[in-house]
T-cell receptor, first 112, second 113 residues
């Protein structure tokens, strides 16, 4: 069955460092991969979308890579800040018309 | 423009009862998806509606059902509630199916006692 794994439930880093979160998947051929941020008690908020034919995408301090051979996406937050502390979710989508499926998320804590 | 609105925000029900949750998508969005979120299982896909038709369905029992109206508003219903149905139910709307970001509501926190 399809499986999405995010490398760890929790990641603790110091302010100013780069946070790297991993999303691995099996038994799936996603056409798109998305990353979301979720704060406690709130719904997820979209951050970035990357297509299967794209290797990398950037937005401000965020960078996402997508390796369909390794079946893996890496999500980087550079110069991390305490305000970046949240749960980050990766989500996969097949070809148009299929559902958006989420991983369980990684909770990032950035300490000052 | 207004975001995705889910009502009610909080709900307490007794085992065996049924419940209906409502979701109003962003104006112009035709795709609505529902998710169940629990600490142990994360965000699990329930179903997706597009133009009043259920397009995708997750692996949940038939007690979970939904529908979408012509104005794109959606409801989900859970019958014969079980303690394990306690969760945060999230609704997400999208402009269209596929390759587009999903906008989530704040969710409905359902507690079954």
């Amino acid at each position: 069955s399809q499986k999405i794994e995010q490398n760890s439930e929790a990641l603790n880093i110091q302010e100013g460092k780069t946070a790297t979160l991993t999303c691995n998947y099996t038994n799936y051929s996603p056409a798109y991969l998305q990353w979301y941020r979720q704060d406690p008690g709130r719904g997820p908020v979209f951050l970035l979308l990357i297509r299967e034919n794209e290797k990398e995408k950037r937005k401000e301090r965020l960078k996402v890579t997508f390796d369909t051979t390794l079946k893996q996406s890496l999500f980087h937050i550079t110069a991390s800040q305490p305000a970046d502390s949240a749960t980050y979710l990766c989500a996969l989508e097949g070809q148009a018309g299929t559902a958006l499926i989420f991983g369980k998320g990684t909770t990032l804590s950035v300490s000052s | 423009k207004a975001g995705v609105t889910q009502t009610p925000r909080y709900l307490i029900k007794t085992r065996g009862q049924q419940v209906t949750l409502s979701c109003s998508p962003i104006s112009g969005h035709r795709s609505v998806s529902w998710y169940q979120q629990t600490p142990g299982q994360g965000l699990q896909f329930l179903f997706e509606y597009f133009s009043e038709t259920q397009r995708n369905k997750g692996n949940f029992p038939g007690r979970f059902s939904g529908r979408q109206f012509s104005n794109s508003r959606s409801e989900m219903n859970v019958s014969t509630l079980e303690l394990g149905d306690s969760a945060l139910y999230l609704c997400a709307s999208s402009l269209r199916q596929g390759s587009t970001e999903a906008f989530f509501g704040q969710g409905t926190r359902l507690t079954v006692v």
